[in-house]
């Protein structure tokens, strides 16, 4: 099984002992990357390793790009007490280093080109180690084809991942054998690069990650964007229950049919689908349940027997927040006319309420409402708007307007009564600048995350019903 490899990559010692300090109670190794400190400090990485053999974990000595003299660099690293020396195989000639590999106390890890023929990279020296950040599916899975190629040579190797499209790589490093997960302190990196690098305690509670190998059973989310989603946090906290060897892993798709075309090559049991697929999907179910039919547009598909069946557990989970109070309602407003604002319309019509969706591109809610067999107006500060409003006992806002530093709110012309309920999908912030002035004039308010929590409950049965 792997263990977890903080990643250190602050400009000083200080800093990166820092960061080891934080996170030593969850880490099985450390690696320094001495290609990200100011050169004055390379005198002072004999207290990073020093600080490992204390933790009783081995340290990496990482060099990434070309320096004069590296190989004597490295060679220092060993004598200073690092286990792994590590470097990019155009930059450095580790076979001239292979005398430090004499008893086994040291390791040398050569940093492959990411897609280079399989059969080019034993050198009979060094550990290869690939750093996967493809672009999309199709690079995806053109790696994917590079570690089956290895694992068919049998062949020992590392992987890691980086960016969106990528983090599969990261997180299923142990399903290819690789003996480290690599774990890192967001705020130390890079904004642009910061989706696929997790904290060790994500990765060790949430992903489970050194749990993970071939056996492992894999479920996960499609779509994209996926950098603010909480459904990995959400269903692996659910599979951390059960203490099953199960892992729910996001994975980037901009091309759906090559994605669903290589599912069997993961193993894939069953995939939770977010936007922009819940409506592309459907061409591609061999069975679909009424939710779907409904409101045309699937959120779960399950595979078996070759077959993909897919449910729709939006509605649901939309609904179930509601509780009681949805029978005295007679009126709703939903407020956008993308996925979310389907299944709300459509669960809200289905429960009996008379419903009308507004969006500020009327065309797109004429379109929804149409296919819904439901009413449209266009989202402005109109007498006529504001008379449906407020004879509305549910106005929902299932845009994503609001969400993340997004501070806005559409509905800032209006002025609410007591009695009405107003609903946000979204779930972070805790409360929209929607909800806040809804709850100042006394309205009730729901957020999302109920929403969340109900439609994965839902997902969780239909995953794991055999």
């Not at 990482?62 to 320096?67: F, M, V």
């Not at 430090?100 to 050198?123: C, M, N, T, V, Y």
């Not at 290869?128 to 290895?150: Q, R």
Request: net charge negative; charged share 25%.
């Amino acid at each position: 099984m792997p263990v977890l490899c903080l990643e250190l990559t602050e400009a000083t010692i200080e800093e990166n002992l820092a960061i080891l300090s934080r996170y030593k109670d969850d880490i099985g190794a450390v690696e320094l990357r001495a290609d990200c400190l100011d050169v004055s400090e390379l005198t002072g990485k004999r207290q990073v390793a020093e600080a490992a053999e204390s933790l009783g974990i081995p340290a990496v000595f990482s060099y990434r790009g070309e320096r004069p003299g590296l190989e004597g660099l490295l060679m220092e690293a060993a004598g200073e007490g690092f286990r792994y020396l590590e470097a990019e195989e155009r930059a450095a000639d580790l076979t001239s280093l292979a005398g430090l590999l004499w008893g086994g106390a040291i390791g040398l890890i050569r940093i492959q080109e990411s897609r280079k023929e399989p059969r080019h990279f034993r050198d009979g020296v060094s550990i290869p180690k690939w750093i996967f950040s493809p672009s999309g599916t199709e690079e995806f899975f053109t790696d994917l084809s590079t570690l089956e190629s290895v694992m068919s040579l049998d062949c020992e190797c590392i992987v890691t991942g980086t960016g969106e499209p990528g983090f599969p790589f990261r997180v299923l490093a142990g399903r290819f054998g690789s003996p480290f997960v690599y774990c890192s302190d967001p705020s130390c990196i890079d904004e642009s690069e910061m989706y696929s690098h997790i904290v060790p305690a994500v990765m060790k509670y949430s992903y489970r990650a050194e749990r993970i190998s071939a056996k492992t059973k894999i479920f996960g989310l499609i779509g994209a964007p996926l950098d603010h989603t909480s459904s990995p946090q959400v269903h692996n906290e659910h599979f951390n229950r059960l203490d099953d060897d199960l892992v729910y892993v996001p994975f980037t798709t901009d091309k759906l049919g090559l994605f669903l075309e290589n599912r069997s090559r993961l193993e894939l049991r069953a995939l939770s689908v977010t936007m922009p697929l819940k409506r592309d999907i459907i061409a591609h179910l061999d069975e679909a349940g009424p939710e779907v039919k409904g409101c045309r547009a699937c959120n779960t598909i399950k595979f078996k027997d070759e077959k993909i069946s897919g449910w729709n557990t939006d509605v649901h989970g939309f609904l179930s927040p509601l509780g009681e109070p949805l029978a005295a309602m007679k009126r709703a407003v939903v407020i956008g006319a993308g996925g979310t604002a389907r299944s709300s319309s459509y669960g809200l019509s289905r429960a009996g309420l008379d419903v009308t969706i507004i969006n500020r591109t009327l065309e797109n809610a004429s379109a929804l409402a149409e296919e819904l067999g439901l009413k449209a107006a266009r989202l402005e500060d109109s007498p006529e708007v504001n008379k449906l409003l407020a004879d509305a006992d549910i106005i929902v806002q299932a845009t994503g307007v609001g969400m993340g530093l997004d501070r806005r709110n559409p509905l800032s012309f209006y002025s609410f009564r007591p009695g009405q309920t107003a609903y946000d999908v979204i779930y972070e912030p805790d409360r929209t600048e929607f909800l806040k002035k809804a709850e100042a004039e006394g309205a009730q308010v729901i957020n999302g995350r109920s929403m969340l929590y109900a439609q994965a409950e839902r997902q969780q049965e239909i995953f794991l019903k055999s």
